[in-house]
Every structure is written in C-alpha cells, then in structure tokens.
C-alpha cells in the first residue's frame, strides 16, 4: 500500500504548486548570486549557479509527468520541440529585449551588428567564437537552449528508453558530470560561448539532472510517495542548503557535485512530497510564473545599473528592487503560460 502520510496529493490531474514555487525560490536564489558577483559581495548565495542544475532536474520530471503520455501518441521530435520553443519565446524576446536596450545604451557595436546579434539570439543560435558569453546579450538564456535539446532528446529518444533502463544512464551521465566538473574545477559549465572543440562540455551537466528528473518523474506518475516533511521546513531546505555549500570542507568542485548529485534530487523530492495549505498554493503557482521574466531580465538590470551608478550597498539593493520591479511589469504585460506542474493518472492505494 502507498504511504501518503505528508505527501502530496495523488488525485489525478493535480498541480503540484510547491514545485513552481521552488522554480521561484531557485530563480531568487540565482538572482542573489549574479548580483553578488556584480556588486562584488561576499553573502550566502555565492553558489547560487547550481540551482541551474535543479531547473533542469524540474523540467525532466514535469515532461516524464505531464507530457510523454503525448509523446507516445506520436508527435515528433521535431513538432514538439517547436513548440516548447514557441513556449519560451517570450522568455528569449523579453530577455534579449531588455539586454538590447543597455547594449544601444552604452554604444557597444554599429547598428547592423546589434541587429544581426539580436537575430541570432532570438533564434537561439549560440555563440560559437569561443570568447564571451554563450549568447551575445542575454547570459542566462544558455539554460532555455539546453532546455529545448534536452526536450528534442527526450521526445527523440529518452521517451522510449524502459523506466527499469534509467538508472543506467543516470549513472553513466553523473560519472561525465563527475569527470568534467572535476576537470572544470566547478559545476559552472555552459555559461561561455563554445568552440568545436568544446561545445559538449555542458552536455553532462544537462543530462544528469534532466535524465534523473525523467526517472524521478516517472515513479511519480507510477504512485510512488513517501512521508513528507513539515511543509514549512521542506520550503525553507532549498535557501538553507545552498547558503551551506559555500561552508563545506570540500573543494568548488567536490562540494557542487555533492550538491547536484545528492542534495538536489532528495530536496525537490521531499518539496514534491511536503503539502503545503490550500492558501498558499496560489501564491507559489504565481511565484513559478513569475520566476520566467525574472530570470531573463534579471542579469542586465543588475549590470546596467552598476554601470550607471556603481557598486555601493545601497545601490546594490536599488539593482535588486529594479530586477524585482522589471521583472513584475513583464509578467504583467505578458502571459508566458509556463507548463503546470501535473501529476496525471497516479494508480490507486494497492
């Protein structure tokens, strides 16, 4: 019989509302870090970059959850790649847009080569100089692009590989994790501009959490549950864990691994599990659409203001009231429809 004791509900069609909101928790947390890094600071979120990791970890587990039922039916890889980026698109547009407008602010190249720029990052051609950021404008936007070829890879391939085969390739891509963190020196890779030489280096960082969210997700779907922590200490685990990495007795590269590989998967899961009170399911449902433009705004308003007005406290706090601001008027303006976070068809109590 399936231990439902603290976990989630398992009525067909449920959304899973505390994952949007780690989704937002994740994208506040990766917005502390890049304004650390701007404004030159020593706070608690100075690894912040591994909750990329986790958004990949959530994307695998809401397709294996909601979406490769669809898949199955018959759509290509191809047509639903197509529209995960249709998806995005705003995301990728506003971002850009944003980032355009500080790079004609500042007279940073002629007219035609902002616009060639700008076209190539809309159609999420990566930078392939070797020099820079993986996209000409927008840093963060790397993440959507490996997002929609782990979506092509997963609607390809990973939708007919047995659920009892997994684990196998879970344990195939942590040992790539392993080895190229650990030859990178931190779980940093994919932020840079590839060359060909290089260009698969962020593929292990990709396909570990995305493969092992598919395998989390799919036992989901399956019934699994277990005892859930206290809701309010499963919300508060993601801040508390990542502020705690940079104090372990490990290396960079030792301490993000433990961190990709052990915390994140047992953390997203004991949020799946938590059940958290009917009122602040709403909130966390907003929080997670809230978290899209933040995330793709959030990095050129912090960097166009300490460009403007330096790198004080006072102005490091106006830098992050501007990225919240940004980001609430595009959520406003625009609807991004991000995917809910459904679990569909869980089989009854055995």
């Known amino acids: 019989m399936n231990d439902t004791t603290g976990a989630a509900a398992a009525k067909p069609h449920a959304r899973l509302s505390q994952l949007d909101g780690l989704r937002g ?31 990949f970890l959530l994307s695998g587990f809401v397709l294996a959850v909601s979406t490769e039922k669809k898949l199955s039916s018959g759509i290509g890889a191809v047509e639903f790649t197509w529209s995960r980026y249709k998806r995005l698109f705003p995301l990728v547009a506003v971002g850009v847009g944003v980032a355009l407008a500080r790079t004609v602010a500042i007279g940073m190249a002629p007219p035609v080569t902002l616009l060639v720029w700008a076209a190539l990052d809309l159609a999420m051609v990566p930078s392939l100089i070797g020099t820079g950021p993986f996209y000409r404008y927008n840093g963060p936007q790397w993440t959507l692009f490996w997002e929609l070829a782990a979506n092509f890879m997963h609607a390809l391939l990973l939708r007919r590989v047995p659920t009892k085969a997994l684990p196998a390739l879970v344990l195939l891509s942590a040992a790539l994790l392993v080895w190229t963190v650990l030859g990178h020196g931190s779980d940093t890779l994919g932020v840079n501009a590839l060359t060909r030489t290089d260009w698969w280096t962020p593929i292990p960082r990709v396909a570990f959490p995305y493969i092992l969210g598919v395998w989390i997700g799919r036992q989901y779907k399956d019934g699994a549950r277990t005892p859930g922590l206290p809701w309010p200490i499963a919300l508060v685990l993601p801040i508390v864990g990542i502020m705690t990495v940079p104090s372990l007795p490990f290396s960079d590269a030792v301490g993000d691994l433990l961190f990709v590989i052990v915390f994140l998967p047992a953390m997203m899961w004991m949020v799946a599990m938590c059940r958290p009170p009917a009122w602040l399911m709403g909130p966390m449902e907003w929080l997670g659409n809230y978290s899209l433009p933040l995330y793709c705004v959030h990095l050129t308003i ?43 068809g869980a089989p009854s109590a055995s």
């Open 25 to 55: 928790l994740a994208a506040l947390v990766i917005m502390m870090y890049h304004a650390e890094i701007v404004y030159r600071g020593h706070g608690p979120f100075l690894r912040g970059y591994l909750y990329v990791d986790l958004f």
């Open 302 to 344: 912090l960097v166009w203001i300490a460009e403007l007005l330096g790198r004080s406290t006072k102005i490091w706090a106006l830098a992050i009231a501007a990225s919240l601001a940004v980001a609430y008027i595009f959520s406003r303006l625009i609807s991004f429809k991000a995917k809910p976070t459904v679990a569909k």
